[in-house]
Structure formats: structure tokens, C-alpha cells
């Protein structure tokens, strides 16, 4: 997909852009009993939920959202001295040229001082990807300069198998709807138990999304996972972060 001004164009009215700010909610490796990374999620100024926010983004401004989202994301990690690694979510369909949409992030980055090997890039599973060839040359580009790509919400919406064997992503994220009762259901387990062992043939990451009882870590546990990120650990936290005391104190009690 070339260049085109229209779209350099789109990209420079960020000035137009509705308001909206970031939470923080960290990935646990409950093995290790450590933060592993912390995922930047959209929010609206109030605190509003991400779906208040994305109801803005339109195909006028969507170039400069997908842009200002990610130079607000590393801005605020940086600020806040996030160690380890930044999940932030793009849409591949908001990036016309890779080499060209990514010199903010590389900017950013550097002015802040953040590692570009600690960026993670997730494609949302809600994200229907119109050109394959496309998104295979963001995510060259972007292992170019050391950035990792997840799936979002795997097993959900266009999150599946075959966009596994199309992306070759260095993550997949399991979706709650997979994970939410796996304790007390041997099929959720079984199939949560294969994608682990699928991920470790493949050497990809697995994590998962939506862990809200201590049960459930215990099950996920056992199949050989071992990321985790849901409420049980902490909810997303607005312009801050959790603090790890109280993030990993479900593995201290059980």
C-alpha cells in the first residue's frame, strides 16, 4: 500500500483529535512471581472505557489516532518508569507504509529513553486485516528495529488459527471468553492446555487475558502457562500503575 499525502496529511491532525488518555494494567509471570510487562489501554480524560473512545475514531481520523496512541503510550510509560516490557495495541489498517508510520514511535522512543525491545505490538482481534501482504511487511519492519507482535483475544473473532499460521506472531493473547471458568471446564482446559503446548513447538509466547480467580491460576498453571493479566492481579490503572506488592500478592496467598 503506497504512501500517499492524504494519509501523510491524515497523520499530521492530531492537534483535531478528540481527548483521551491511557491506563496501565501489568502481565504477570506467575512462575517467576514477577511483572512482566504492562499493556497500555485507551481511556477517555474521565477514566471513560475504550469503547467511549474508539466510537470517535473515524476513517478521517484514524491515521492520527493509531499514531498519538502510540506516542502517548510510550510517553506515559516512560514518565511513570515502567522497567519491563509496553503492550500497545495499533490497527494495521491505519498504517499505509511501515517504514513511514513508524518514525514517531522510533522518535519517542528514543527521546524518552525507552528500549525499543520492550515495545509489544498487539493486533486487535476486532481488526479485520484488508491487505494480508500488508500486515506481513508492518510486522517485517517492525522485528526490524526489535519489536514483538502478539495476537489479541485469541480464539476470538479474527484472532484464529489460520491468522496464526498467516502472521507467525511472537504472542498470542487467549481471550476471557476462553479463560473465565477453565478451573471447573476440562474442554476450555484442554484446549487452552494444546494452544500451550502449540505455542512451545512454535515458540510463541501465550498469555492469558481475563484471570479473575485463584482457581483459575492454579488450572492455567498446571497446563505450563505461565503469563497472566486480568483483574485478580490488578485492574487497569489510569495514567499509573499497580503496585507490584499488591499485583503479585495473589501468588503469595495461594
Given at each position: 500500500m503506497p504512501?500517499?499525502?492524504a494519509n501523510c496529511a491524515a497523520c499530521r491532525t492530531e492537534a483535531s483529535l478528540f481527548p483521551f488518555t491511557m491506563a496501565f494494567q501489568p502481565v504477570v509471570d506467575v512462575v517467576a512471581g514477577r511483572i512482566v510487562a504492562h499493556e497500555a489501554l485507551v481511556r477517555g480524560p474521565a477514566g471513560e472505557g475504550a469503547g467511549h473512545v474508539l466510537d470517535q475514531v473515524t476513517d478521517l481520523n484514524r491515521y492520527a489516532f493509531d499514531q498519538?496512541?502510540?506516542?502517548?503510550?510510550?510517553?506515559?510509560?516512560?514518565?511513570?518508569?515502567?522497567?519491563?516490557?509496553?503492550?500497545?495495541?495499533?490497527?494495521?489498517?491505519?498504517?499505509?507504509?511501515?517504514?513511514?508510520?513508524i518514525r514517531r514511535t522510533l522518535d519517542t522512543a528514543r527521546r524518552t529513553g525507552?528500549?525499543?525491545?520492550?515495545?509489544?505490538?498487539?493486533?486487535?482481534?476486532?481488526?479485520?486485516?484488508?491487505?494480508l501482504d500488508h500486515t506481513r511487511s508492518i510486522i517485517e519492519e517492525y522485528r526490524r528495529h526489535g519489536f514483538k507482535i502478539a495476537l489479541d483475544d485469541f480464539?476470538?473473532?479474527?484472532?484464529?488459527?489460520?491468522?496464526?499460521?498467516?502472521?507467525?506472531?511472537?504472542?498470542?493473547?487467549?481471550?476471557?471468553?476462553?479463560?473465565?471458568?477453565?478451573?471447573?471446564?476440562?474442554?476450555?482446559l484442554a484446549i487452552i492446555a494444546a494452544l500451550v503446548g502449540l505455542g512451545a513447538e512454535l515458540d510463541i509466547e501465550?498469555?492469558?487475558?481475563?484471570?479473575e480467580q485463584p482457581g483459575e491460576v492454579v488450572a492455567l498453571r498446571d497446563t505450563g502457562l505461565r503469563f497472566m493479566q486480568g483483574f485478580l492481579f490488578a485492574r487497569p490503572v489510569l495514567e499509573g500503575l499497580a503496585k507490584p506488592e499488591d499485583v503479585l500478592a495473589p501468588l503469595r496467598h495461594g
Amino acid at each position: 500500500m503506497p504512501p500517499s499525502a492524504a494519509n501523510c496529511a491524515a497523520c499530521r491532525t492530531e492537534a483535531s483529535l478528540f481527548p483521551f488518555t491511557m491506563a496501565f494494567q501489568p502481565v504477570v509471570d506467575v512462575v517467576a512471581g514477577r511483572i512482566v510487562a504492562h499493556e497500555a489501554l485507551v481511556r477517555g480524560p474521565a477514566g471513560e472505557g475504550a469503547g467511549h473512545v474508539l466510537d470517535q475514531v473515524t476513517d478521517l481520523n484514524r491515521y492520527a489516532f493509531d499514531q498519538a496512541c502510540r506516542v502517548r503510550a510510550i510517553e506515559m510509560a516512560a514518565a511513570l518508569g515502567v522497567d519491563c516490557g509496553l503492550n500497545i495495541n495499533f490497527l494495521p489498517n491505519a498504517v499505509y507504509e511501515p517504514r513511514a508510520c513508524i518514525r514517531r514511535t522510533l522518535d519517542t522512543a528514543r527521546r524518552t529513553g525507552f528500549p525499543l525491545n520492550r515495545l509489544t505490538f498487539e493486533i486487535v482481534e476486532s481488526e479485520h486485516i484488508a491487505d494480508l501482504d500488508h500486515t506481513r511487511s508492518i510486522i517485517e519492519e517492525y522485528r526490524r528495529h526489535g519489536f514483538k507482535i502478539a495476537l489479541d483475544d485469541f480464539a476470538t473473532g479474527y484472532s484464529g488459527l489460520s491468522r496464526l499460521a498467516e502472521l507467525r506472531p511472537d504472542v498470542i493473547k487467549l481471550d476471557r471468553a476462553l479463560v473465565q471458568g477453565c478451573d471447573r471446564d476440562r474442554v476450555r482446559l484442554a484446549i487452552i492446555a494444546a494452544l500451550v503446548g502449540l505455542g512451545a513447538e512454535l515458540d510463541i509466547e501465550v498469555v492469558a487475558e481475563g484471570v479473575e480467580q485463584p482457581g483459575e491460576v492454579v488450572a492455567l498453571r498446571d497446563t505450563g502457562l505461565r503469563f497472566m493479566q486480568g483483574f485478580l492481579f490488578a485492574r487497569p490503572v489510569l495514567e499509573g500503575l499497580a503496585k507490584p506488592e499488591d499485583v503479585l500478592a495473589p501468588l503469595r496467598h495461594g
